[in-house]
Each structure stands twice: as structure tokens, then as C-alpha cells.
């Protein structure tokens, strides 16, 4: 079973920053059990939304010739818990992108009803880029891949550094 902790993306710049959406709710089985009768969602959970975010940022940037990998939490702090309705927003920035791994940014923040933010978490990310074969599963054939993107509307929203929108790469 794979678990996706974004819903959908609101900015996407190829090589530079992404904002992704998370709706926390009831209905996701984790909250039942974290915990009973008082739940929230759990920061390492959180912390997988915002490598998700960062992470295809990354594998978008290296046209996805690599498999990007969490390999470091280097610093995770949050000022406190999200709960059940409440909506998440990730925004991640690319701070150093080299052909062997990355270093990206992300904060967290809950938008309340009114679209005001406060901010939850932030967290420093390194991602180790893979031979496809270095040891990694391949998680996604390249059909199923595409079918998620489009799912969280990157190539809806994606553009490039120079303000073009991003297309659906030909494999």
C-alpha cells in the first residue's frame, strides 16, 4: 500500500519551489489510532508530506533520470500539533540541487477557513538522487506515475523558470 500525504499541488516551479495542499481528516485510518478519542496527525507523517512536496520538486528538476530518495532529516521543529479538519499547506524551495543529492527547504502551515496562515512546522530535507538499480524498488512504472501527477494538477499549475507552463514528459 502506498500513502500520499499531499492532496493536490498550488504552485509548482520547475527547479525552484512548490506549495502542495493536505486536508487532514477523520476519515484517514491513522487518526484512529493516534490517538483514541483525542486524535492528530503525527509529525512523522507531516515530515513525509514535506519530503513528498520537496522530493518531486527534486525528481521534476532532474526529469525524473533518478530515483530521489529521503536520506536526512537535518533539522525538524514544530510549534504544534495539526488536527482533524484542519488543512495543511507544504511549501518547499530547492536549496541545493547537485547530480548525487539535494538539500530543499519546507515549512508547513494550517490555512484556516478565511485563508490566513499559521505557521506549524519547518524542516530540512537531503535527498540522495539513485541509479534506478542502486538498491531502490522501483515504486512506479512510468503510466501510474503520470496518472498521479496529473491527480495533484502539477502540469495544471507547473511552470518553468520563465513562466511557461510544464508539460507531460514523453517517456
Not at 512548490?18 to 478519542?37: Q, R
Not at 530518495?69 to 536549496?95: M, N, S
Request: charged letters at 25%.
Amino acid at each position: 500500500m502506498r500513502w500520499f500525504w499531499v492532496d493536490r499541488f498550488t504552485e509548482f516551479v520547475r527547479g525552484k519551489q512548490a506549495t502542495a495542499v493536505k486536508n487532514v481528516s477523520l476519515a484517514e485510518e491513522h487518526l484512529h489510532d493516534h490517538f483514541p478519542g483525542a486524535a492528530l496527525m503525527p509529525n512523522s507523517l507531516i515530515v513525509e508530506g514535506m519530503a513528498q512536496t520537496a522530493g518531486l520538486l527534486v525528481a521534476d528538476a532532474l526529469e525524473f533520470g533518478r530515483r530521489v530518495v529521503l536520506a536526512k532529516v537535518a533539522k525538524a521543529e514544530f510549534q504544534y500539533d495539526a488536527l482533524p479538519g484542519d488543512t495543511l499547506l507544504f511549501r518547499a524551495t530547492i536549496l541545493d540541487l547537485k547530480p548525487t543529492g539535494s538539500l530543499a527547504s519546507v515549512s508547513s502551515a494550517v490555512v484556516d477557513t478565511a485563508g490566513n496562515e499559521q505557521p506549524q512546522g519547518e524542516a530540512e530535507l537531503f535527498f540522495a538522487h539513485l541509479e534506478p538499480g542502486e538498491g531502490v524498488p522501483k515504486l512506479f512504472e512510468p503510466d501510474e506515475l503520470l496518472k498521479w501527477l496529473d491527480h495533484m494538477h502539477i502540469y495544471d499549475i507547473g511552470r518553468d523558470e520563465a513562466g511557461n507552463p510544464l508539460s507531460r514528459p514523453d517517456w
